[in-house]
């Protein structure tokens, strides 16, 4: 069974670069897709950054552009989202999620770990 399972959130300080993780198990060959979203109270979800493992390519959402940099170690079947900079503005649950195709819809979702940044 694929389990995600997000750590590293908490509460910050404004400023503050935190990393989060995202261990993924249950599955022996890499997903081609993963992504961290994140949902603020009262908001949408969004998807916050995308890694494509073919090309090795990434995508930002443009409020954490040049802030926050996803990442993956395959020996460690752990994905990480680097936050740099952090803003009251980024205070969220965030989500490691993880799609079997690259252009299918994500299939799998982590619990979430709440991240909190204080002024």
């Known amino acids: 069974q694929v389990q995600l399972v997000e750590s590293g959130g908490g509460l910050v300080q404004a400023g503050d670069s935190p990393r989060l993780s995202c261990a993924v198990s249950?599955?022996?060959?890499?997903?081609?897709?993963m992504g961290w979203f994140r949902q603020a109270p009262g908001k949408d979800r969004e998807l916050v950054a995308a890694?494509?493992?073919?090309?090795?390519?990434?995508d930002y959402t443009d409020s954490v552009k040049g802030r926050f940099t996803i990442s993956g170690d395959n020996a460690k079947n752990t994905v990480y989202l680097q936050m740099n900079s952090l803003k009251p503005k980024d205070t969220a649950v965030y989500y490691c999620?993880?799609?079997?195709?690259?252009?299918?819809?994500?299939?799998?979702w982590g619990q979430g770990t709440q991240v909190t940044v204080s002024s």
């Open positions: 249950g599955r022996t060959v890499r997903f081609p897709r």
């Open positions: 999620a993880a799609a079997t195709s690259l252009w299918s819809r994500y299939d799998y």
């Open positions: 890694i494509r493992w073919g090309g090795a390519t990434t």
